[in-house]
């Protein structure tokens, strides 16, 4: 199982909105509405933005919001902010032997 | 509020394993809407999932790593824990321990994080 593939970086003024996408197969993303993204600062361990695809969990600013059409899942941050600065994650249910795929990763830097 | 925490050795040797403990606080790891799993992250690189384990024992593995890995329960401690063996110098990682949800595959709870370096 490959890991997901996400732009390297992405980059937006303060105020702006931003989206990164997570492209995958239809064995993953494709057939599955089970995407979770990660926000990790540096030295930190990765919280928790978005699963299933679009649903926040309690406490995660609504700026944040997910997507997806076919093989490819997205996330948008809207209103960017500096402590949006970080690297961000995707994550993908792919099928009972291989339950977690992870993206490549992405760094936004807020400019 | 559920806590996990990391501990081991954070210097290993070549061809020896790897062992690692992550302790559940705040909650019980017998719940049963959740997996209990580890993740890794090598240095300047992205997140690699190792394995997860239910209360039962049921467990999952990251085929990659499989003939590698072993994780475990021990519900009277409320602990999981993880071996790897033979390890190489691309084993050096920040090791974490994470609450999975059991149908939904989401990662909620995560542990700080514990950096493991294998060096001689």
């Known amino acids: 199982q490959s890991a997901l593939t996400q732009p390297a970086s992405v980059s937006g003024s303060p105020g702006q909105s931003i989206t990164i996408s997570c492209t995958g197969t239809s064995s993953d993303i494709g057939n599955y509405n089970l995407v979770s993204w990660y926000q990790q600062h540096p030295g930190k361990a990765p919280k928790l933005m978005i699963y299933e695809g679009s649903k926040r969990p309690s406490g995660v600013s609504n700026r944040f919001s997910g997507s997806k059409s076919g093989n490819t899942a997205s996330l948008t941050i809207s209103g960017l902010q500096a402590e949006d600065e970080a690297d961000y994650y995707c994550?993908?249910?792919?099928?009972?032997?291989?339950?977690?795929?992870f993206g490549t990763g992405t760094k936004v830097t807020v400019l | 509020q559920l806590q996990l925490q990391e501990s081991g050795p954070g210097l290993v040797k070549p061809s020896e394993t790897l062992s690692l403990t992550c302790s559940v606080s705040g909650g019980s790891i017998s719940s049963s809407s959740y997996y209990w799993g580890w993740i890794r992250q090598p240095p300047g690189k992205g997140l690699e999932w190792i394995g997860s384990?239910?209360?039962?024992?049921?467990?999952y593995y990251n085929p990659s790593l499989r003939s590698r890995v072993t994780i475990s329960v021990d519900t009277s401690k409320n602990q999981f824990s993880l071996k790897l063996s033979s390890v190489t110098a691309a084993d050096t990682a920040v090791y974490y321990c994470?609450?999975?949800?059991?149908?939904?595959?989401?990662?909620?709870?995560w542990g700080k994080g514990t950096k493991v370096t294998v060096s001689s």
């Open positions: 384990i239910y209360y039962t024992g049921s467990i």
């Open positions: 994550c993908s249910y792919a099928g009972s032997s291989t339950p977690y795929v």
């Open positions: 994470a609450r999975h949800h059991k149908y939904y595959y989401y990662m909620d709870v």
